[in-house]
T-cell receptor, first 112, second 113 residues
């Protein structure tokens, strides 16, 4: 598989603050980069993706940034809420097809 | 209906047993997947079915045998498993034109004794 790693295994933030989760990837040929959220006892849930020809994409309260120069991906969550507490995985897809390679994961804990 | 349903939720089996995991979706997705997830680790891709045909097998041992009877169902047949095969087995599906957006089931927590 591909090598997709995260800088920090855990992150704690105060409710209402912004969160930034980082990810490093190794395959410069990857075409899509994706963020998934996994809550305890559940399967991963798609959050947002970004194609390699973009450097920023925004969703509802989330922004994904892609820096291809340093092979770095980040997920920004605005006004973090307790329901955001979960493990966040970055993933990459070399061809945009059905072969996702997941990174290690970061556990986000939101402190009320 | 945006659900992927997996049964059973929990399974304990002996190393000589034969069991099957089942997965069902009614979103019209033509790509379906099996992932294996060990505790505190990311999901690892095992198999991919595209239009009911096996398109990717990530070097999975033959004691795991996938089957896709129709476009809504995906099975994983288990035989002669080892204790190290204990894990959460996740099924997922995606639309052919949006394959990065996979919909995952809750998984089957498998324990091999």
């Amino acid at each position: 598989g591909e090598s997709v790693g995260l800088h920090l295994p855990t992150l704690s933030v105060q409710e209402g603050d912004n969160s930034i989760i980082n990810c490093a990837y190794s395959n410069s040929a990857s075409d899509y980069f994706i963020w998934y959220k996994q809550e305890s006892g559940k399967g991963p849930q798609f959050i947002i993706d970004i194609r390699s020809n973009m450097d920023k994409r925004q969703g509802q309260r989330v922004t994904v940034l892609l820096n291809k120069t340093v092979k770095h991906l980040s997920l920004q969550i605005a006004a973090t809420q307790p329901g955001d507490s979960a493990v966040y995985f970055c993933a990459e897809s070399p061809t945009g097809a059905n072969n996702l390679f997941f990174g290690t994961g970061t556990r986000l804990t939101v402190i009320p | 209906d945006t659900e992927v349903t997996q049964t059973p939720k929990h399974l304990v089996m002996g190393m000589t047993n034969k069991k099957s995991l089942k997965c069902e979706q009614h979103m019209g997705h033509r790509a379906m997947y099996w992932y294996k997830q060990k505790a505190k680790k990311p999901p690892e891709l095992m198999f991919v079915y595209s239009y009911e045909k096996l398109s990717i097998n990530e070097s999975v041992p033959s004691r795991f045998s996938p089957e896709c009877p129709n476009s809504s169902l995906l099975n994983l047949h288990l035989h002669a498993l080892q204790p190290e095969d204990s894990a959460l087995y996740l099924c997922a599906s995606s639309h052919r034109d949006r394959e990065t957006e996979a919909f995952f089931g809750q998984g089957t927590r498998l324990t091999v004794v």
